[in-house]
């Protein structure tokens, strides 16, 4: 029923759940740590490097539907929720090898190749909020990241065009 001015104010009985949604009372903040390392060396006009990225992700959002099983409601009498902890986590390597050739008579080019892994519990660190598939088993949720990329190959070249003097 929409709500006039004069009673805008809608009476609920005590015993009716209005909400469908929950946080636990122990939530907390996620916290994302990354830390990588690089070493470079010059060849003449080449620069040749390889890196090593690790990210590591706790305490992040996991959705949870702990009244929805797999033959529909476990408490009859109790409303689908979704409850909202921070027990997920989440993990990245990645190693990065690059050469690069500096520009010599306007010419440049370069390719840098990343090996990566990405794999995680929650959809806090790139997807869409999800929920839960199984809350009886949360174990089951650890897989591949939504974003991981295995393998990437990325290049460029540079060419510099003889404008003005020189």
């Known amino acids: 029923d929409p709500l006039t001015l004069a009673d805008p104010f809608v009476v609920a009985s005590p015993t009716t759940t209005t909400n469908n949604y929950g946080i636990d009372r122990d939530y907390v903040l996620g916290l994302i ?33 702990p009244n929805r099983g797999a ?4 408490l009859e009498d109790v409303q689908a929720f979704t ?3 921070a027990e997920g986590r989440s993990i990245l390597k990645a190693g990065s090898f690059r050469v690069r050739r500096r520009p ?10 990343t090996l990566a892994k990405s794999m995680d519990n929650t959809t806090a660190t790139g997807g869409n909020a ?19 990329r295995r393998h990437q190959l990325s290049a460029d070249l540079t060419v510099e065009l003889p404008f003005g003097p020189n």
């Not at 992700?57 to 996991?62: A, K, V, Y």
């Not at 033959?71 to 476990?74: A, R």
């Not at 999800?130 to 991981?148: K, M």
Request: aromatic share 14%; net charge negative.
């Open 130 to 148: 999800t929920v839960a598939q199984d809350d009886t088993n949360l174990a089951a949720e650890w897989a591949l990241s939504s974003f991981d």
């Open 83 to 85: 409850w909202q902890a």
């Open 71 to 74: 033959t529909g409601l476990i």
């Open 33 to 65: 740590q990354t830390w990588n390392v690089d070493v470079s060396r010059d060849l003449g006009f080449w620069n040749l490097g390889a890196s090593y990225i690790g990210t590591r992700g706790s305490d992040l959002d996991l959705l949870r539907a």
């Open 104 to 113: 010599v008579a306007g010419i440049g080019f370069g390719a840098t190749y």
